[in-house]
């Protein structure tokens, strides 16, 4: 399993170049983060098919500002009608090798039935595999747990964890990678800069 960019050096460094082809990403964070900035580096390292469930089209492109290489290499589809599940797989089936495929945010389809929602993932992951690529599962986070979300956890491969905290000096964002197959998970939290990139926070915390 050949390691795929993130798109974000500070963390390509921590993981040895990146994720290992063939996994499934699921990264948690709080609707009102800077967390879309990590997604759209994963969105636009590679090719991708883009699948939005609750945003427009047109809001995301506008959010990814796509140039014209971006438009050849960045597919954004709707995800949002009664079946969602071929909505996605068939964006998947569309993937070329090492793609990437990104579902934003995966909330909705943690709300079908369980069986359903697992047999989903089962038949993502393994085009996933097959093509060497990699799937990013958006989870919000909000005041309560979604239905399936410790499904999505499990079957992910790599769990990246916003957590973002508001005090009366600062906005902290902390990356902690509590999971991560077929490499060494992060020790301790990465504290991370969200400003209009991504980069490291070397701000000292003050107790």
Do not use: W
């Not at 960045?74 to 793609?99: E, K, N, Q, Y």
């Not at 990104?102 to 069986?115: A, F, I, K, N, Q």
């Not at 359903?116 to 799937?135: C, I, M, N, S």
């Not at 197959?181 to 969200?194: F, H, M, N, Q, V």
Request: hydrophobic share 40%.
């Amino acid at each position: 399993m050949e390691p795929l960019s993130t798109g974000i050096p500070v963390l390509d460094r921590e993981f040895d170049g990146g994720v290992p082809s063939g996994s499934v990403v699921a990264l948690t964070a709080d609707p009102a983060s800077q967390s879309e900035l990590i997604v759209d580096r994963l969105a636009r390292v590679r090719e991708c098919r883009y699948l939005t469930t609750v945003r427009s089209v047109d809001a995301v492109e506008s959010g990814l500002s796509l140039d014209e290489e971006d438009d050849d290499r960045t597919v954004v589809r709707s995800a949002r009608g009664d079946d969602p599940f071929a909505s996605v797989l068939a964006a998947a089936a569309d993937l070329p090798d090492r793609g990437t495929i990104v579902v934003d945010s995966v909330d909705p389809l943690e709300e079908h039935d369980r069986d359903a929602y697992v047999e989903f993932l089962g038949e993502l992951r393994q085009r996933v595999v097959d093509v060497d690529g990699l799937a990013v599962m958006y989870a919000l986070k909000g005041d309560t747990v979604a239905r399936n979300r410790g499904v999505t956890e499990q079957i992910a491969d790599v769990v990246f964890d916003l957590r973002t905290t508001v005090t009366g000096t600062e906005i902290a964002n902390r990356l902690v990678v509590p999971k991560f197959r077929g490499g060494a998970a992060l020790e301790e939290p990465l504290k991370l800069k969200l400003t209009d990139s991504v980069s490291v926070d070397t701000s000292r915390d003050i107790a």
